[in-house]
Structure formats: structure tokens, C-alpha cells
């Protein structure tokens, strides 16, 4: 937001730079600026209030077209397109990371990247996968109480980043507005399905700060 304020301690001079075409002002910041003017008795020609409101709609129109492009970069473009490469979902691989840990989430999007020939990005996205796995464990023990009952799960929050993680490494890495069509779901289900037995047998030593886990863990205690 413009702070008006700030504006008003400008010169004429400087409030005048507001109104130059090419200038990297905000369109709020022009429109203040061409108030403030005009309260110091600035007289604007006709011609130059129409220049001056033309320059605030066009940085509008920039501003959107930047946030139309930025939603496009990160929206996914699934595709029924039978031509297009076929790839795990980012949908899949988010709920994969989230429910069964950052690894087998970073093995779906290595397999993306070496299907896209993006060799150095499905090395990063699986040392990032088993890296993340070993620290988080190491970050929760060291700056939360494990015993704590609050409602804000701090092993969520840890968790939700490290599957945010594969999302940005997916954005960063993968050609941008890339359509693809959805491989099968059977390897992701088989990745679950190996996760949750490892969860089930080591539960003390890897998983114990998963919530999935420790509804397993329950259920290991009936």
C-alpha cells in the first residue's frame, strides 16, 4: 500500500518523475502523486490528464497481466492432449508427501525429470527428498515439544514444507505451462503402500512424528 504521507514530503520535482512515462512506480503511487500535484496548484492541460490517467490504466493492466502469468507458472496443466508427455501429477505427488514423508513424493518427481530429460533437477528433487526426510526428525526433536497437545501441529507445518518443497522444485525445474497428461496411479499407490508397512514396523525410529503414523500406532496397540 502507498503511504500518502511519504508522498507529500516529495518535491514537485520528484512527484513530477511519478507522472514520466517508463517510470517503475506502482499506478496507485501515479495517482497520488497527480493528486498531490494538483493540490499544490499544479494546472494540468487536458491533454496531460488524459496522458497521466492513460500511464496509471496501463501499469494496471501490467500489474494483472504479471499476476495472470505468475497464477499460469504455478497452475497445473493437465491435459487430455493423447501427444503430451505423460507424467505423475503434482496433485499425487503432494498428497504422497504430505501422508507418507518427502521420499517417496521425490521419487515421483525424479521419475518426472529424468521422463523430461531434466537429469540435474531429478537428482536435486531425490537428495532433497532423503535429505529432508533425516532433518526434519532433527528440527522437531530439537524446537518443539513432542509432547505438546496444542492444535498447531508443529509436525504438519514441517511436513506441508517439505511437500511444498517438491512443488517449488517442480515449478523451478519443469518448462513453464507444461501440459501432460497423468500417468497411472499404480506405482504411487505401491510407494504408499511400502511407506506405510515401513511406517507400521518403524514406527520409533523414522515415523513417530507423522500423524498417519500414529493412527497406525494405535491400532498396533489394540
Not at 532433518?135 to 517439505?162: C, M, T, W
Request: hydrophobic letters at 45%; charged letters at 20%; proline letters at 5%.
Amino acid at each position: 500500500m502507498v503511504n500518502r504521507s511519504v508522498l507529500r514530503k516529495l518535491s514537485n520535482q520528484e512527484l513530477e518523475g511519478y507522472l514520466k512515462e517508463g517510470n517503475r512506480f506502482v499506478p496507485e503511487a501515479v495517482q497520488i502523486a497527480f493528486e498531490i500535484l494538483e493540490e499544490r496548484g499544479r494546472v494540468f492541460s487536458e491533454v496531460e490528464k488524459i496522458s497521466v490517467q492513460q500511464l496509471i490504466q496501463n501499469k494496471k493492466e501490467e500489474e494483472e497481466a504479471k499476476r495472470t502469468e505468475e497464477v499460469e507458472v504455478w497452475k497445473d496443466h493437465i491435459t487430455e492432449d493423447p501427444n503430451a508427455v505423460k507424467l505423475h501429477s503434482r496433485i499425487a505427488i503432494l498428497i504422497v508427501s504430505v501422508f507418507f514423508g518427502t521420499i517417496p513424493g521425490s521419487i515421483l518427481l525424479f521419475l518426472n525429470f529424468i521422463q523430461l530429460k531434466k537429469y540435474p533437477a531429478a537428482i536435486l528433487a531425490l537428495m532433497y527428498g532423503f535429505l529432508f526426510f533425516m532433518v526434519q526428525k532433527y528440527v522437531l526433536l530439537s524446537d518443539f515439544d513432542p509432547n505438546s497437545i496444542s492444535r498447531l501441529s508443529p509436525e504438519i507445518g514441517v511436513i506441508a514444507v517439505g511437500a511444498l518443497g517438491l512443488l517449488v522444485i517442480w515449478v523451478v525445474a519443469t518448462p513453464k505451462k507444461l501440459p501432460y497428461r497423468q500417468k497411472s496411479y499404480i506405482l504411487p499407490v505401491i510407494l504408499c503402500i511400502a511407506s506405510a508397512v515401513l511406517m507400521y514396523f518403524y514406527f520409533q525410529e523414522w515415523f513417530s512424528y507423522y500423524p498417519l503414523v500414529r493412527t497406525i500406532h494405535l491400532f498396533r496397540q489394540w
